[in-house]
């Protein structure tokens, strides 16, 4: 490849294409490449769920900046990106939990977020498969589900547009300026970004992230069973307890009328077979609150792993006087919503494009409580 | 849930399945024999009482073996030394704890797309004819079969005596390519699947080689069939099938060997940004399920015979049914008696194969509007824009509705030239009551 990149992004991922795209967009020529087929990886497994969280500042800023540049790119995106604003209904199964919604509900209020409370009879109505007696719920209105593969090809396509290139490839090792492909080409650039996902650390070494499974199953075409995106309130403590297993109702109807059904989180295991324990506890999770599901049929399950870090943050930017690359990993369970809050992010920081993210939050020099850094 | 034991348990009641279940039973195994189908019999004899099947049906009736009709297996798994497999039917869920499986799941037919194939009234052969099994009256209708392979003949032949008029039997194949295999014909009459008496009952309709349907045409349903050559024929239903492709799923969840090969010249099509349309007109191979010469997979005590392991037909299934189930049954030296039986059989498979290899011309057929993923409406366009059928998965979507690809994954295979491999439970759709009370099971009481 005679041609002189601007930059190399490795990873060809939601993270790894919209930094390229980003990139790209700023003029940049970028090289993409990746050994797994253009939204691959984690991004092939996930759930394609847009959500503004607000479990942390830091997390709600990223989430929410990123959705609004989701409904920004809405109108460029084909049609096969499938994208929908479905909205999330968190799901408060008793008043402790109606009343944690309530708190969400004040704190996205002050951030402008739309959104609403349901009680016991409009949560009834507006998921009329969900068993009866829940507490209520929590509305978040402009949340959004997207096909991410093809949001990823799609992104490749506007870089190859603009000067860049893709190829598949792995890579063996890389610095800020240079990166080693498996048949020994040297590849290089201006900088070099790693969207690796969960293997980022194989190349290099102190980052810590960790793989984190989940499972999640496929369903027939059953319309209209369910209308929103569907979480359990108590998907939070799992999401972030660090236990090595834990399961949360999660529920998301397709444009097709098939449903997506999750989700697990596992650490310490390696494989990615589907294991028959994981679903059935997945299902019996989805069970407790829609009774009714149990009759649906499902046409396939699979794994994927999140990229998961002590503080649940993404790692974004790199490290000074590191001759290693610029970081965009450890996003977890949130890469695909967080991917074009992390793209500006990058691009910010390489060429000072504006941002109103405050890079800090997700440095890679940050504190991370004795995991990983110096 | 606690599962249940078994000491041998044969998934599929076709010709392999019956025939495995009879030879274990003779060396006085147990012996627990699943189908999805109301009743034995697999593909060729379903509904069929008389002649060879009747015999093999009162055989495996009287052998002692236990048989469950209506039980979808959709996963299998080896843990702890033990083949569990997980089990739907209209009772509810199980698991079965077995110390050996043979999986004789047969095979199913090939599509390949065309022009107008998806308008009502144009069905696979097999698949008309098992409608026609279930009651379907085709008495008077005109009714074109194209594709190729001998199950064109039999499948004319049924039709045409349940009173359907059969305008034409188009053949892919060069009439050239069939000169070797009617030698092999001459000295094995019976084997062409009843191939003799199939061409009495249809001495009239008219059988043309190197000839294939090149369009279905209609408005709310298919009315016309046209030819290669440009003839157009009046119809009311068009019946198509290009051969058929072994289930190897159940064999790929487990984790068996299995070869994939897109074409005779050897080359081995892996997943990679590489081959587009390779040569295929030699003859397209899809996934085989390898066994040692005594039907053993790569795993341990799962078994394998009949169609996984290759096109073969009746006689091959019945040699290596019967071979399986005396290895199951830990009776190798009976099943190394067969050998020599299984290795002519196999090789008339062969040249069946050879004689029938798919010409370039009809794995060309669809237009680029023609759509080839009939559960997510993927066009022919969208996948020949792709690099590979992981790509053309995750971008197009093809392959991920309700048949999970069993359609077509083997029609992508035959006219891209992409392995098709990657298998997830469950092999078939099933409740999510069925996946929770199964997923538990880990061991026997
Ligand atoms: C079950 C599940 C459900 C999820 N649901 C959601 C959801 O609803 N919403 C949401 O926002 N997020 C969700 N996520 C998270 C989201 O999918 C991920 O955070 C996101 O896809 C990460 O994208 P990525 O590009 O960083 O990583 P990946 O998609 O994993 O891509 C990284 C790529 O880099 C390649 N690579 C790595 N190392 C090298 C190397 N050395 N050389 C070449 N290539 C390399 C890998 O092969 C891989 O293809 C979910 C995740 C899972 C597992
Ligand atoms: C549609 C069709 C029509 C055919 N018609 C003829 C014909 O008319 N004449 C002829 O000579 N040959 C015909 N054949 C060829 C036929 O496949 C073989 O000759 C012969 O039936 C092979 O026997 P087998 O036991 O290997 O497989 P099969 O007869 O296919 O038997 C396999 C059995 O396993 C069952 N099964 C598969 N997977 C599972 C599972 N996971 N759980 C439970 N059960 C399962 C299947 O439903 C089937 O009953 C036909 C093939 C097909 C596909």
Known sequence: ?374 | MRAERAQIAVVGAGPAGIAAAVAARSCGAQVLLLDDNPDVGGQVWRRVQSGAAGGWRERVKQSGAEIRSGVTVFDAARIGGRVLLRCESAAGARVIDAERVVLATGARELFLPFPGWTLPGVFGVGGLQALVKNGLDVRGKRIVVGGSGPLLLAVAAYLSERGAKIELIAEQAEKSRMLGFAGAMVRQPGKIWQGAKLRASIIDVEYRFGAWIAEARGDDRVRQAVMNDGRVIEVDAIACGYGLVGNTQLAQVVGADVVHQASAKGKDSRDGKSQKRTDLSTGVSYGRVVVDDVMRTSVEGVLCAGEPLGIGGVETSLVEGTMAGYTAASRDDLARGLIPRRRRERAFAEALERAFALREDVLCLARPETIVCRCEDVTMARIAACDHWRGAKLLTRCGMGPCQGRVCGAAVEAMMGWAVRDVRPPVFPVSMNALAATGGATEAE
């Not at chain 1, 919209?18 to 993409?32: E, H, I, K, P």
């Not at chain 1, 649906?296 to 870090?309: D, E, M």
């Open chain 1, 1 to 374: 490849m005679s041609t002189k990149f601007d930059a190399i992004v490795i990873g060809l991922g939601i993270v790894g294409c919209s930094c390229a795209w980003a990139l790209s967009r700023r003029g940049l020529r970028v090289l993409a490449v990746g050994d797994a087929p253009i939204g691959g990886g984690a991004t092939a497994a996930g759930m394609g769920h847009v959500a503004i969280m607000d479990d942390s500042e830091a997390q709600f800023r990223l989430t929410a900046r990123s959705a609004e540049l989701w409904m920004e790119l809405r109108d460029e995106l084909p049609p096969e990106a499938a994208v929908d604003y479905c909205g999330t209904l968190w799901i408060a199964a008793d008043e402790e939990e109606l009343n944690a919604a309530k708190g969400k509900h004040a704190f996205y209020q002050k951030r402008g977020v739309r959104t609403e409370v349901l009680d016991e009879q409009s949560i009834a109505e507006a998921e009329p498969n969900l068993r009866s007696g829940l507490a209520g719920g929590l509305r978040i209105i402009d949340d959004s589900i997207v096909y991410p593969p093809v949001v990823c090809e799609w992104m490749l396509k506007e870089v190859s547009r603009r000067g860049g290139a893709v190829k598949f490839a792995h890579v063996t090792s890389a610095t800020r300026t240079q990166v080693w492909l498996g048949d020994g080409e040297m590849l290089n650039a201006g900088v070099v970004v790693l969207a690796g996902g969960d293997i980022s650390a194989k190349l290099c070494g102190w980052l810590p992230v960790r793989p984190r499974k989940g499972h999640l199953v496929i369903t027939d075409r059953y319309p209209g069973f369910c209308r929103h995106e569907l979480v359990e309130l108590g998907y939070l403590k799992n999401a972030h307890s660090h236990a090595t297993e834990s399961v949360a109702f999660n529920l998301q109807p397709r444009p097709t009328g098939q449903m997506l059904l999750g989700s697990s989180r596992q650490y310490g295991v390696e494989h990615a077979e589907v294991e028959a324990r994981m679903v059935a506890w997945v299902i019996e999770r989805a069970k407790l609150y829609m009774p009714r599901i149990g009759s649906l049929r499902v046409v396939r399950a699979w794994t994927g792993f999140r990229a998961a870090t002590p503080d649940s943050l993404p790692i974004i930017g790199g490290r000074d006087g590191v001759d290693e690359p610029v970081m965009a990993t450890g996003h977890e369970g949130l890469g695909l919503t967080t991917s074009l809050g992390t793209a500006e992010l990058i691009a910010s920081i390489l060429t000072g494009a504006r941002t109103t993210l405050d890079a800090a939050a997700y440095s890679a020099s940050r504190d991370f409580g004795g995991h990983g850094g110096h």
